[in-house]
């Protein structure tokens, strides 16, 4: 069985009858998938794009179109008409929207590329050199999805001298993007001068990076279910959870914990040092462990109008005096008919409780374990300046027969 079948066969993935898509540039890799599954049982459909920042990039776009022509291939070619910003992200990019764009317009089954074992093991390095991150060592996956488009890289199993053999032993002609000649990048570096010393020292060093992947995803696979089983709270744009929960953890883990729970929120890849990186800060109060962003700002009071939504500290809020179905009623609360204004705790307000006595706010914040840092990200209502409603920590508790009802619901 060769390298392909035994790829397909291993993800339990099957062509035939499907309509596929080659991402392909007319380097020897792409061109060599091509020509693997021409005389599939399949519908193949090619699609170039042309980056256009070499002089020379139309050779790639005539060599493509008289290959497809010889072998009746449907040929697809974009160029990249706005190509002022020349970095390696815009580019991957432009070149994936127009891929995307082009499966899903042609309803195809499956997205192929052409990376193969060399660009997986020069993935693994490049991630490990500049982050170290292991969420981010498995990014080339065998098999995966983009907005909905299932993307097969069905070339790993092969390195980068097969495949070349494999199109001048059929004698076919391929291009050399000249600008992977040379060290002037970090990737290129990595493939001309590290890459060979690892295969002398080992042959197998595609293989292993392989399983290395493969083995990181699965870890990544295993902390995924583990941490998204464990449910945080969220408390005034903050996360919490009890500390309880992570008492068995060590430090590394709760680390890790808290970088994954960063991604999953607020998407963004951080490394926690000492309980905080840039903006993200955990902080124990009590029971719990909070994770927050930035440092909440006091918000003086303002006038708001029942049925009408405002925004404080980031969320948007609305009033009612009646339920709204399918909403996210997070309080209500019995007051008077009458104005109402938002804002921010002040220290020190008394809160009215039943036997018509007052407590002052901090000891409802610290019952409800709202840290000080977070209260001023609590949304506080009054009435009269009074306070008649704190989110997750105080309503109202006198009553007279001309109270009405207010319901306090979180719009996304």
């Known amino acids: 069985m060769d390298k392909l079948k035994q790829f397909l066969t291993d993800y339990n993935l099957d062509f035939k009858n499907k309509t596929i898509i080659v991402a392909c540039s007319a380097g020897p890799d792409s061109l060599a998938l091509v020509d693997m599954l021409k005389n599939w049982p399949l519908k193949l459909i090619v699609a170039h794009f042309d980056h256009q920042i070499r002089q ?26 706005n190509n002022q910003n020349k970095t390696e992200a815009a580019a991957r990019k432009a070149r994936y929207s127009f891929l995307l764009a082009l499966a899903k317009e042609k309803q195809a089954d499956y997205l192929l590329t052409a990376h193969h074992g060399d660009d997986y093991l020069e993935n693994i390095i490049l991630k490990l050199i500049r982050s170290g991150d292991p969420a981010e060592m498995s990014s080339l996956q065998a098999v995966g999805q983009m907005e909905g488009v299932k993307l097969v890289r069905p070339l790993l199993y092969y390195s980068k001298s097969e495949l070349t053999k494999y199109l001048l032993d059929k004698h076919l002609a391929f291009i050399t993007d000249e600008t992977n000649l040379t060290n002037e990048n970090l990737r290129n570096r990595i493939r001309h001068q590290l890459i060979p010393l690892l295969k002398e020292e080992n042959p197998a060093i595609l293989k292993n990076g392989r399983t290395f992947g493969q083995k990181m995803m699965a870890y990544q696979g295993v902390i995924q279910r583990t941490f998204s089983a464990i449910k945080l ?86 009033i009612t005096n009646q339920v709204l179905p399918q909403a996210n009623l997070i309080g209500s609360f019995l007051a008077q008919k009458g104005n109402l204004k938002v804002g921010s705790a002040i220290s020190g307000s008394k809160l009215p409780l039943k036997n018509g006595h007052h407590a002052k706010s901090k000891k409802f914040f610290a019952q409800a374990a709202i840290p000080n840092i977070l209260r001023p990200a609590i949304l506080c209502l009054y009435q009269n300046e009074t306070i008649v409603f704190i989110e997750d920590v105080y309503k109202n508790q006198k009553c007279a027969n001309d109270f009405i009802k207010y319901y306090v619901f979180l719009v996304n």
Do not use: M
Not at 60 to 80: A, G, R
Not at 246 to 259: G, I, N, P, R, V
């Open 233 to 318: 709270e969220q408390v005034a744009g903050s996360l919490r959870i009890k500390k309880s929960l992570l008492a068995s953890y060590t430090d590394a883990e709760k680390a890790l914990f808290w970088e994954w729970q960063i991604w999953q929120y607020y998407n963004e890849r951080v490394h926690l040092e000492k309980w905080q990186s840039g903006i993200f800060r955990i902080l124990e109060y009590q029971d719990y462990v909070y994770l927050f962003k930035g440092q909440p700002k006091f918000v003086e009071k303002s006038s708001i109008k029942l049925n009408q939504p405002f925004i404080f500290q980031g969320r948007k809020y609305v």
């Open 56 to 81: 020379d990039s139309y050779l790639e776009t005539e060599l493509l179109e008289q290959y497809c022509k010889q072998n009746d291939l449907p040929l697809y070619v974009k160029k990249w008409e």
